[in-house]
């Protein structure tokens, strides 16, 4: 537990150590910092007390619906040891039952997500401790999701909302305001442009003409106004599942999920489709 601690906390406090050395400094000079905390990603460990946070009979389980995987084609398509598939069917065999083992699971998820949280914490709690609240933007954002017994699925790379949703938390001094939600897709391609324009950077990211251009939107029109129809960006986010070393870099052997403010179209290597309403199915039910 104590070597857990220590692991998980080093970053956040080198982070504010560094942030007040910035803010300390005599000559105001801009400066990325990005820090990453493993958790929480598998395996769940941190301190005890964030366990204690969520005393398991209380953990409450994801809305399953039973036979949910029956009307998708990942069990079809993937290997049975794919682990995500074998991941759910593990923890319901190393529990009484299924929803013990997710309960568990549940638990040390949260676990996890409130260690991290207290860790961001330290890190906003430093800026706003010094000027550098006032033109200092944060993000805090992360690289996939994950399905939490969904569609008999225990993993992230999904197709489906559980596993390509991330958090997505923007705040720009002078630009965003707090406490507002925007609902249009976006993706962390979008990321780059963001701070590029926030950062009023202009000019050819490309190092050379070999180079490819930028590509992404920035998401300023959503932080100024949620519902924003002003953006230059496309309708829809686009996320991709790696069909394995056999697909190398053919798109069309690769998995395909297409989600719009209404929509997930998903469309697997062979033509295999789902399709959800997420107007009437937010849970992404039926197909």
């Known amino acids: 537990e104590i070597e857990a601690a220590r692991l998980l906390c080093w970053k956040a406090a080198w982070a504010a150590d560094r942030i007040r050395e910035f803010a300390a400094q005599p000559v105001e000079q801009p400066f990325l910092l990005a820090i990453g905390f493993i958790r929480p990603h598998t395996p769940l460990h941190v301190p005890q007390k964030y366990f204690d946070m969520f005393p398991l009979e209380s953990v409450e389980l994801p809305v399953i619906l039973p036979g949910d995987a029956e009307d998708t084609h990942y069990a079809r398509i ?6 995500g598939l074998r991941y759910y069917r593990m923890l319901g065999q190393s529990y009484p039952n299924v929803q013990e083992g997710l309960r568990a699971f549940c638990q040390a998820y949260l676990a ?3 260690a991290v949280d207290e860790c961001i914490g330290c890190v906003v709690d430093a800026i706003d401790g010094t ?3 006032e033109n200092t933007i944060i993000v805090v954002t992360s690289d996939h999701g994950w399905n939490m017994g969904q ?3 225990l993993f992230k790379n999904a197709p489906w909302e559980e596993s390509t949703r991330v958090p997505l938390i923007i705040r720009a001094p002078g630009v965003s305001r707090a406490g507002t939600i925007a609902e249009h897709p976006v993706t962390l391609i979008d990321l780059y442009p963001t701070l590029a324009d926030l950062c009023r950077l202009t000019g050819d990211t490309r190092k050379n003409d070999r180079g490819a251009r930028l590509d992404g939107h920035s998401v300023r029109p959503f932080l100024e106004d949620p519902a924003s129809d002003q953006w230059s960006g496309p309708e829809a986010a686009l996320s991709m599942i790696y069909a394995g070393k056999d697909g190398k ?4 052997l690769q998995h395909w999920s297409l989600r719009t403010q209404r929509w997930r179209y998903v469309r697997y290597a062979g033509g295999a ?3 959800y309403d997420h107007e009437t199915d937010p849970r992404e039910w039926t197909n």
């Open 78 to 83: 993937f290997d049975p040891n794919q682990k």
């Open 249 to 252: 870099d053919d798109p069309t």
């Open 151 to 153: 569609k008999d699925y």
């Open 273 to 275: 489709e789902e399709l």
């Open 112 to 114: 996890c997500v409130a």
């Open 131 to 133: 000027s550098l609240s």
